[in-house]
């Protein structure tokens, strides 16, 4: 088990040594393609010619040896070598070569591929596939969540799926997701931790959220817009939402629901109602909640020849605006 921080401390430090190398001596290896380096030259032709270079330096080369760097225990060595069509003892080959890479891609085993090739004394090169395994997604757990959003509603926010890929870009993903669920209950102050456990033996990685909730926004002003045919003060007490009441998606739900429950009493079944802007302000610790409201006109529905309930006509009769 290894803990992805002291992975990248590694990694930085390998990547420093080869590179402090590489401007002291030129017979060290140097990379020729990648997997990620073939994704980008189909989408930028423009970028084709440096790596062309690359590998014209050790065009024609006879590739003494074959290594591999970083390669999932559970593929044996052989099912590797039977990936790589460039063989020792041949001349090196740009398209064997790619074919190689795409191989190893293929497998989904593995994240990215890059060759390095080293040039020898008595005028060969030697071959290294260095592979980043690809991670998919384990356990996934949270600690520390209020009890709205609970710690199942932070998992949730995620997005992440058992057995799913794991990529950079959809731990970023998961952490806006998460951190917009905590404001719209009100935490707004909320601070974020994750850790990526990865267990190389499975290739699988636990991820864990930690929140910090700090204190919970309050409204602030409650603001009117559009109208109403009611008084601001109306508006709240209709509503039952006031400054300084505590901020949660509960709360505004209910409020939208009685604001529209009192105009639908007035026959105003086509009243618009919506909170159309939230403002929160850092050193109160409140929100502005604007609400939006379009009385509409008043709609009557009545029969004739018989008696239904103005109840069961409001539910089942389709009541819409017809915009020419």
């Known amino acids: 088990m290894r803990v992805k921080g002291a992975l990248v401390t590694m990694v930085a430090v390998l990547a420093w040594v080869s590179t402090a190398a590489v401007a002291d001596a030129l017979a060290l290896a140097s990379p020729l393609f990648s997997s990620a380096q073939e994704s980008s030259q189909a989408q930028n032709p423009e970028s084709q010619p440096t790596a062309l270079f690359k590998i014209n330096s050790y065009q024609g080369l006879i590739v003494r040896s074959i290594k591999f760097a970083g390669i999932d225990r559970k593929i044996p060595r052989d099912r590797l070598d039977s990936f790589v069509v460039q063989k020792v003892g041949q001349p090196l080959s740009r398209d064997l070569i790619r074919q190689s890479i795409q191989a190893i891609y293929d497998t989904g085993r593995v994240a990215d591929v890059q060759v390095q090739a080293e040039r020898t004394p008595d005028g060969q090169v030697d071959l290294t596939f260095v592979v980043a395994p690809n991670y998919f997604v384990g356990d996934v757990r949270a600690e520390g969540a209020p ?100 901020v949660s998606p509960d709360r505004v739900t209910r409020a939208l629901q009685r604001l529209r429950k009192k105009y639908q009493k007035q026959n105003r079944l086509l009243a618009q109602v919506s909170v159309a802007e939230r403002t929160y302000h850092p050193k109160t610790n409140s929100v502005d909640c604007t609400f939006q409201i379009d009385p509409g006109p008043i709609v009557d529905i009545g029969v004739e020849g018989f008696r239904i309930a103005r109840g069961v006509l409001k539910k089942n009769v389709p009541i819409y605006i017809r915009i020419q």
């Open 147 to 246: 009890d709205r959003p609970s710690e199942a509603q932070i998992v949730n926010a995620s997005k992440f799926q058992l057995g799913e890929s794991f990529t950079p870009e959809k731990m970023n993903r998961a952490l806006k997701s998460i951190q917009q669920l905590l404001e719209e209950n009100g935490y707004h102050r909320a601070t974020l931790f994750h850790q990526e456990t990865e267990h190389p033996e499975t290739q699988q990685i636990d991820i864990l959220f930690r929140v910090r909730p700090g204190s919970p926004a309050h409204v602030g002003r409650v603001i009117v817009a559009g109208n109403p045919g009611f008084s601001q003060s109306e508006i709240q007490e209709i509503a039952g939402i006031d400054p300084g009441d505590r």
